[in-house]
């Protein structure tokens, strides 16, 4: 489960029109968040809070043998609408699980984030900001994100740990994102690090020109209009209908191919490392069941890794990876599983019309229809107004059923699912197992790792027994 202050900086992105998936970093994002999800071993408890769209702030304490904790803080100039409250957050958000890739958009134009005032340009770069303090050993995170322009950003990260060589260390990554293509470069002052890396999509260019449709033709007018007339338009106006003209239709396909790359050296060490990657996944516009293929190389060290990942239903996932280095003949086998728990749905009776008239006219109370209504809106929280528009709709309608089931709509909703069960094992027996959902309004995550392999011959190993590790994690946010 991510971690409030993780679970914000995405909105951010979002909010901001960066696109996550489009980059090398995430070519196996799919098959870490199936495969290599963390398991608590401790005790710990979250805290967290969004005092302003702009402002978060969150607190950590935990045991592992002794007390331990952290602090954080956020701030983001860009204004942030999400839900922040653990009752109301969809689990979706903050469980990380099968990423189903969208299509890829249009990068915004540069004129689109220009704000003119008298003449002169007064729009600001959306930029964040997070530190993290750990306790009791004083080590400190920090993190400096500011979008650059339309196609890029840059993202500095720092710690500051005596334990650590020279006290610290530094990475600085420009991103550069525009839709066909994307290109990473990175220095972190340890070993005087220098990295690039990149990843390129097969398939149509997002940047193309596509035919307006007059609606697709009124929507880029609207945009015009309302970028001439910023003098009185807040920017948070520009940039919604900036947005919706970036998300004009372009032909769709059902697949996407995509090749990356990530070569560093390090100039104090003299060392580097390289690294290359396939991956195929399906797109929304895929009629199967969606599936995500993976296949990376570090020549170097001779390690191939192959990874398959299917969205068996709505609530379940399955995912394999198959490992193999070419020089030690070693192998690994890993296979995985995600299981989405569903609210249960309790479907509503709702009397016709037809059936309220027939109580009026036999004589019987001639308050219950009115007692109905009432009762229907404390039920579901509906104001007066909407329980006439359902009174007009069933007068209209005076053939309807007697009883009629009102559940969900939408089944697969992000709303609607209270928990999700991961489970994976590997070749040597070791199983491990992860819950996370939600209890009224605590997020919780507990876990366990079992070592089902009694045929160790050590006998130290043989004595810790099963069980290897075993935590429970709450978090509360508002």
Known sequence: MLVFMDYVQNAFYS????????????????????LDFDTPNSIRLSVSSLSSPNYATSYTLGSTGFVDGSLSYLYSSLPLSLPSSSSTIPLKDIIEGYRQLLPLRRPDEPWWWEVWQGGKRVDRKDTLLYGRLYLPASTLEASYLR???????????????????????????????????????????????LGVRGLYNFGPD???????????????????????????????????????????????????????????????????????????TTLPSHTGFPYT????????????????????????????????NVYSYESRMILGMELWRRKQQQPRRRRSRRRMDGQENGGGDAKWPENERRIVNRSNNTTAAETDQQTQTQNQNPEDEEYENDTNPNPNSNTNTSGVLKALINEQGSISLLWEGKIKDLLFTTGVVLDMNMSSTSTSMRNEGVFKSLGFEVAYSS
């Not at 909010?15 to 996550?20: A, G, K, P």
């Not at 991103?175 to 070993?191: A, F, I, M, N, P």
């Not at 993976?294 to 990876?321: D, E, I």
Request: glycine residues 6%; neutral net charge; aromatic residues 6%.
């Open 15 to 34: 909010v901001s029109n960066w696109n996550r998936d489009n980059s090398y970093g995430t070519l196996t994002a799919t098959a870490r968040a199936l």
């Open 147 to 193: 979008r650059l322009s339309p196609t890029s950003q840059l993202k500095l990260s720092c710690v500051s740990d005596s334990r650590l060589p020279n006290g610290g260390s530094i990475l600085a990554l420009l991103q550069h994102d525009v839709g066909k293509y994307s290109t990473e470069y990175l220095y972190s002052t340890d070993s005087a690090l």
């Open 206 to 280: 997002p940047r193309d020109d596509t035919p307006l449709t007059p609606l697709q033709a009124e929507i880029q007018q609207e945009t015009q209009r309302t970028v001439d007339e910023s003098i009185l338009a807040p920017p948070q106006s520009i940039a919604a209908a900036a947005a919706s003209a970036a998300t004009l239709p372009s032909p769709t396909l059902p697949s996407r191919l995509s090749l990356g790359f990530e070569v560093y050296y390090g100039l104090l060490n003299r060392a580097g490392g390289a690294s290359t990657g396939l991956r195929f």
């Open 293 to 324: 293929m993976t296949l990376t190389l570090n020549p170097l060290m001779g390690n191939l890794s192959s990874t398959y990942a299917v969205k068996a239903s709505s609530s379940l996932a399955l995912c394999s990876q198959f490992d193999f």
